[in-house]
């Protein structure tokens, strides 16, 4: 399944308002699609709408923005059916909610975990539940935002990575099932993008984390958007921005070959702290 023209489509991006999910918005509206953003935040919803309706298109574009908590799947359902009914029905659903808090496993709350597994897999269960009528008759598109974590699981990242492995699984059977409807799925699986999450992130990042990632350098959110849309133009299932494209080449063909280079950064860091 390949999305051909995004002008005229009804794009609803969940996640909207920051980071990944905004520029993935502001390429859309450049492309003629109408928007509507989903998130918890009112006052970012607000600026991120601003931002968005700069980059129209032509003036029939439609832009607006609901609240919506993902994690809480009676608020979904009912937060969706009013934008089907005041909007329109979705041809696209774009799923970036998300964030990583990474940590030493015995600093992770059961809280936490509970949260991440609630915000990447039933999180955007729930946005597909509630849509998948909608994308089945217009013959729709979703595409998760996953992240490199989503198929190598990193020093540091034990709830995340749980979380979007869990999150590659059930695309990953989506597509499947949905191919035979007229369905597309992709899943995009972004290597460390410069946005406010990633901010966030990096505010309790253990070392051995940070020295883990830090070969794989930091994308711009516009870059890592762009190749979210072309992947979708393609038909590709999974979207690897930048060098998450030689990562998952290694991981598929060479596991053993990532464990050892993380290791070796983590021995490295040990060792200078040792010597220090
Ligand atoms: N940045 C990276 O380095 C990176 C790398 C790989 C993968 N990713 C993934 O890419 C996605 C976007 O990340 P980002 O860096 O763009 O993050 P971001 O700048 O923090 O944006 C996250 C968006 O999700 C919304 N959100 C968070 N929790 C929500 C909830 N429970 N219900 C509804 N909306 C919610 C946020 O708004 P509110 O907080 O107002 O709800 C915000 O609009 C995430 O899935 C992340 O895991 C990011």
């Not at 711009?220 to 999974?238: T, Y």
Request: charged share 25%; aromatic share 8%.
């Amino acid at each position: 399944m390949k999305i051909k023209d995004f002008e005229g489509k009804n794009v609803y991006v969940v996640g909207g308002s920051s980071g990944i999910g905004l520029s993935a918005a502001e390429i859309l509206a450049q492309r003629g699609s109408n928007v509507i953003l989903f998130a918890r935040g009112r006052e970012r919803l607000e600026e991120a709408l601003e931002k968005v309706t700069a980059r129209r298109k032509n003036e029939s574009q439609r832009f607006t923005f609901k609240q919506l908590d993902i994690s809480d799947h009676e608020e979904v359902e009912k937060v969706m059916a009013e934008a089907v009914e005041g909007f329109g029905p979705p041809d696209i659903l774009i799923n970036s909610a998300g964030r990583a808090l990474p940590d030493y496993f015995e600093n992770i709350s059961y809280e936490q975990l509970d949260e991440s597994m609630k915000l990447h897999l039933y999180g955007n269960w729930n946005t597909i539940k509630a849509l998948l009528p909608h994308l089945k008759q217009r013959r729709g598109y979703i595409t998760n935002v996953c992240s490199v974590v989503g198929f190598v699981g990193p020093f540091g990242y034990t709830d995340y990575a749980a979380s979007k492995f869990a999150l590659m699984g059930l695309t990953e059977a989506l597509r499947s099932e949905l191919k035979p409807c007229g369905v597309g799925v992709s899943i995009l699986c972004p290597p460390d993008t410069d946005t406010p999450g990633f901010e966030v992130e990096n505010r309790n990042k253990p070392p051995e984390t940070a020295a883990v990632s830090e070969g794989g350098g930091l994308m711009r959110p516009e870059r890592v958007a762009q190749a979210l849309i072309k992947g979708m133009e393609k038909g590709k299932f999974v979207i690897t921005p930048g060098s998450a494209k030689m990562i998952y080449v290694l991981k598929r063909h060479f596991p053993w070959l990532v464990d050892y280079v993380m290791d070796r950064e983590i021995r490295k860091l040990r060792k200078g702290k040792a010597a220090s």
